[in-house]
């Protein structure tokens, strides 16, 4: 277990999945990222890698072969190295194994990077490509924030502010957890969306054409805010188990497979590749005020 400090954060990551488990406010008090209670949901803030969401058939389709994975990819099952930790600052390594290699087919180094900076937590994905051979892949982040921030208040006194108003519109996944093609206008007042226990009735909401580029959670009964902010990341995901006291906030680089018939892993969509030698970078930030 790593942890992180200054004087107004702490917090703590561990090498299964490289996955955050707390993210304590030191003036408050509060402790903002959900306890994985087992009975409810058993996850902090699962990393999601080299797959967002569900493929059809639990498979990858690479190079004319077929290769079983799971939901978000095994990434946040994995064990990482600590490759590097101050007291601000960490970074995580995965590398590719014969293990891997049973599921995704590349050789490859995939790391995160975990920076504290005042109230402020940067969190970089890299992945290093080590092969003779383009990588595709997908990733993605699935943080859950504990709502309300204290017992005094409920879960309906607080609501998602978007950074812009805009129209929003979710696109819809079946039982299975693969998208329709249907989509559904989200009421908004403004640039907020309110909390409710009955938001995530049918699975996530999942935004693709955002122009906000940050949202927050706040609270009607105070100034206490989280914001996490994703510039490179274009689709985005929001999602609760329903009922239960948090909310995730989930900046993605790919998404899950729509219904119909497999697709080789370079046309799935919003798929993402780094060429031969290179390496790819993608941050967002959770900051709390």
């Not at 580029?213 to 994703?230: G, Q, W």
């Amino acid at each position: 277990m790593a942890t992180l400090e200054n004087d107004l954060l702490r917090i703590s990551i561990r090498p299964k999945g490289a996955e955050l488990t707390s993210i304590f406010h030191k003036p408050s008090g509060i402790e903002h990222l959900w306890q994985a209670d087992p009975m409810v949901w058993g996850w902090h803030a699962p990393n999601l890698f080299p797959v967002v969401g569900g493929c059809l058939n639990n498979q990858l389709l690479i190079d004319g072969k077929t290769y079983p994975i799971e939901r978000h990819g095994f990434a946040r099952q994995s064990t990482f190295d600590t490759t590097e930790s101050t007291k601000t600052h960490a970074i995580f390594s995965l590398r590719s194994s014969d293990a891997t290699r049973v599921h995704f087919p590349y050789e490859f180094e995939f790391q995160l990077i975990y920076e504290l900076d005042g109230p402020k937590i940067t969190i970089t994905y890299r992945l290093v490509n080590a092969d003779e051979k383009t990588i595709y892949f997908s990733v993605g982040a699935h943080p859950a924030f504990a709502v309300p921030f204290t017992a005094e208040e409920s879960y309906e006194d607080y609501f998602i502010e978007f950074e812009q108003a805009e129209p929003l519109e979710t696109h819809m996944l079946s039982s299975a957890g693969y998208f329709t093609g249907e989509t559904i206008a989200v009421p908004t007042n403004g640039n907020r969306l309110a909390l409710t226990k009955h938001l995530f009735d049918a699975d996530a909401l999942v935004f693709k054409n955002l122009a906000s580029r940050s949202v927050a959670i706040r609270s009607d009964k105070h100034d206490h805010a989280l914001t996490v902010a994703y510039p490179d990341f274009p689709y985005l995901g929001l999602w609760a188990k329903p009922g239960a006291p948090f909310v995730c906030i989930e900046p993605w680089l790919g998404c899950a497979d729509s219904e119909g018939e497999p697709k080789p892993i370079q046309q799935k969509e919003a798929i993402q590749q780094v060429e031969t030698g290179k390496v790819f970078e993608a941050s967002f930030t959770i900051e709390v005020s």
